[in-house]
Nanobody
Framework: QVQLVESGGGLVQAGGSLTLSCVAS????????MGWYRQAPGKQRDLVAG????????NYADSVKGRFTISRDNAKNTVYLQMNSLKPEDTAVYYC?????????WGQGTQVTVSS
């Protein structure tokens, strides 16, 4: 079973950038499709970006296309989310997700707050 630990969240002004990292341990990282989700207060948890096992393909929520980039380094057991041109509506807790054969694993989340 994989364990996930996110980092990199914080407070940033609108227009700024942050890079989130998620380090995996306890299992073979290269078998998991990875994703970043976010959940704002009172709202459901939604997919922000996902990346395939090999990292050759990614998908994004419409709201972040052109601003966010997901990537992974299988040698470092890490997935990243580069977030540029941040907006106040990007404020949320961001969660790392690992998926393998229908099994979902989650990190504890990292808070991102964008001030206007």
């Amino acid at each position: 079973q994989v364990q996930l630990v996110e980092s990199g969240g914080g407070l940033v002004q609108a227009g700024g950038s942050l890079t989130l990292s998620c380090v995996a341990s306890g299992s073979v990282f290269g078998i998991y499709a990875m994703g970043w989700y976010r959940q704002a207060p009172g709202k459901q948890r939604d997919l922000v970006a996902g990346i395939t096992v090999t990292g050759t393909s990614a998908n994004y929520a419409d709201s972040v296309k052109g601003r966010f980039t997901i990537s992974r380094d299988n040698a470092k057991n890490t997935v990243y989310l580069q977030m540029n041109s941040l907006k106040p509506e990007d404020t949320a807790v961001y969660y790392c997700n690992a998926n393998h054969r229908g099994g979902d694993y989650w990190g504890q989340g990292t808070q991102v707050t964008v001030s206007s």
